[in-house]
């Protein structure tokens, strides 16, 4: 059992249900998150190491966590790893460097639902958090088929006939809207502000790098295909014969 970590301080602000874990080691970031964030109505904890934020986030319960990349003693990588891996489907927002192209997708590869690049708008942070806070209270969602693939999204898992496919938070996502959406025929802006959200600023060719990730998951189906249709978008649907 752990005890009361120094560096660890949470701040109950507004009356509020929604609470976010800020694990960040730069103390004026960390400050200015919290006051930002406690203006708009919510409940900070503050962890400035990788080893309490990761205690923070299995002690207790968060409807957001936003992690810094780099930190001592623990990366932000290995709390979402661990945070994921204990069957928790809270959202994760990263900060990343500005140019961190790689963190960006190494992030998302582990589960995170969202980036932000440093220096960032707290307009941006907020919104972006509102964002994940609207996808993650929606309604739950059916069980999709297409063909032999089977994606529950309320479970945040997929088969492909018997055998299920290991997807990241990303690809499931993705994979979800392509099947809410299958046999129509779907563009990249529509797949970013369903998958992602209407604030992403990022590249847009990240949405080919995760429909290459799905293909080759869904390589050995004799019934199920992404096409790409030129200049439109994708659909899944049945494979051509």
Same mark, same amino acid.
């Given at each position: 059992?752990?005890?009361?970590?120094?560096?660890?301080?949470?701040?109950?602000?507004?009356?509020?249900?929604?609470?976010?874990?800020?694990?960040?080691?730069?103390?004026?970031?960390?400050?200015?998150?919290?006051?930002?964030?406690?203006?708009?109505?919510?409940?900070?904890?503050?962890?400035?190491?990788? !080893?309490?934020?990761?205690?923070?986030?299995?002690?207790?319960?968060?409807?957001?966590?936003?992690?810094?990349?780099?930190?001592?003693?623990? %990366?932000?990588?290995? !709390?979402?790893?661990?945070?994921?891996?204990?069957?928790?489907?809270?959202?994760?927002?990263?900060?990343?460097?500005?140019?961190?192209?790689?963190?960006?997708?190494?992030?998302?590869?582990?589960?995170?639902?969202?980036?932000?690049?440093?220096?960032?708008?707290?307009?941006?942070?907020?919104?972006?958090?509102?964002?994940?806070?609207?996808? %993650? %209270?929606?309604?739950?969602?059916?069980?999709?088929?297409?063909?032999?693939?089977?994606?529950?999204?309320?479970?945040? #898992?997929?088969?492909?006939?018997?055998?299920?496919?290991?997807?990241?938070?990303?690809?499931?996502?993705?994979?979800?809207?392509?099947?809410?959406?299958?046999?129509?025929?779907?563009?990249?802006?529509? !797949?970013?502000?369903?998958?992602?959200?209407?604030?992403?600023? &990022?590249?847009?060719?990240?949405?080919?790098?995760? !429909?290459?990730?799905?293909? #080759?998951?869904?390589?050995? %189906?004799?019934?199920?295909?992404?096409?790409?249709?030129? &200049?439109?978008?994708?659909?899944?649907?049945?494979?051509?014969?």
């Amino acid at each position: 059992m752990h005890g009361v970590y120094p560096d660890v301080e949470q701040t109950n602000g507004k009356e509020t249900t929604v609470r976010v874990l800020v694990v960040e080691d730069e103390r004026p970031l960390a400050t200015a998150l919290r006051h930002t964030l406690e203006a708009e109505g919510f409940s900070v904890m503050l962890a400035s190491d990788g !080893i309490d934020g990761d205690w923070a986030a299995r002690e207790h319960d968060f409807d957001v966590i936003v992690l810094d990349v780099m930190l001592p003693g623990m %990366s932000g990588y290995d !709390i979402c790893k661990n945070v994921r891996a204990a069957g928790d489907t809270t959202p994760i927002l990263f900060l990343t460097a500005k140019d961190g192209e790689y963190d960006e997708a190494d992030a998302l590869d582990i589960g995170a639902d969202d980036f932000v690049s440093k220096p960032f708008s707290p307009v941006v942070l907020v919104a972006r958090l509102r964002a994940l806070l609207r996808r %993650s %209270s929606a309604g739950p969602d059916p069980s999709l088929t297409v063909g032999s693939l089977r994606v529950e999204p309320e479970r945040h #898992r997929a088969w492909l006939g018997d055998q299920e496919l290991h997807l990241t938070a990303r690809e499931l996502g993705l994979l979800s809207y392509l099947a809410h959406r299958a046999d129509h025929v779907v563009s990249k802006t529509e !797949i970013l502000e369903h998958v992602w959200d209407q604030a992403f600023d &990022g590249d847009a060719n990240v949405v080919e790098v995760y !429909i290459g990730h799905l293909r #080759r998951k869904l390589a050995s %189906s004799t019934d199920v295909s992404i096409e790409t249709v030129r &200049g439109v978008g994708y659909r899944l649907g049945g494979r051509k014969r």
